[in-house]
């Protein structure tokens, strides 16, 4: 059976919002702490958490999670060094055949919808499985590992993405 890691990206300032939208409150919960419960369920491992702006404030609302937590010092670079921090640290291992990528501000996503993305994965052997809203692909989506090290050299900033 292949393994399947998640990574949730969530180093982002929130700058338009002006507040943490990873602590936003969803079902009487931060979303962070929704999103990371999500990722538990799908039975994944690793499960990486990338943090950045807010960290400190973030960190206490994933107490006694099973998850790693992993600090982007280089977030205000954008969503693509969120990407190289957390591969490099939770997906390059042997065991590791993809990764999942999702963000904190996505409530709607469910451990279904990510265990749809494995299995199509699982019976279509394509290398990206993304999520379709409308006509637009996006995350939550997963990539197999012969791409590690593509995601790993991206260079993407947060302005480049609308």
């Known amino acids: 059976m292949s393994r399947v890691g998640i990574l949730i990206l969530a180093a982002g300032a929130s700058n338009r919002l002006g ?3 990873q602590l936003l409150a969803y079902k009487g919960k931060p979303l962070i702490r929704q999103m990371a419960e999500v990722a538990i369920q799908t039975g994944c491992q690793p499960i ?6 807010y960290a400190e ?6 107490a006694n999670l099973d998850i790693q937590i992993i600090y ?6 954008g969503i693509a060094s969120s990407i190289r921090y957390g591969l490099e640290m939770v997906a390059i291992t042997p065991k590791l055949d993809a990764i999942v990528l999702m963000v ?4 709607f996503v469910s451990s279904d919808l990510i265990h749809q993305l494995i299995n199509k994965h699982r019976t279509t052997n394509v290398p990206i499985v993304a999520s379709e809203y409308g006509e637009i692909l996006g995350i939550p989506a ?4 012969a791409l590690f090290l593509e995601l790993i050299e991206i260079r993407l900033s947060s302005n480049t993405i609308k």
Do not use: R
């Not at 404030?57 to 994933?62: A, D, E, G």
């Not at 982007?72 to 670079?77: G, V, Y």
């Not at 997963?142 to 590992?145: E, V």
């Open 72 to 77: 982007n010092e280089q977030w205000e670079s």
């Open 57 to 62: 404030t973030i960190v206490p609302h994933l």
């Open 142 to 145: 997963l990539f197999h590992k």
């Open 48 to 53: 990486g958490i990338v943090l950045g702006a």
């Open 19 to 21: 507040q943490p939208k």
């Open 104 to 107: 904190c501000d996505q409530p």
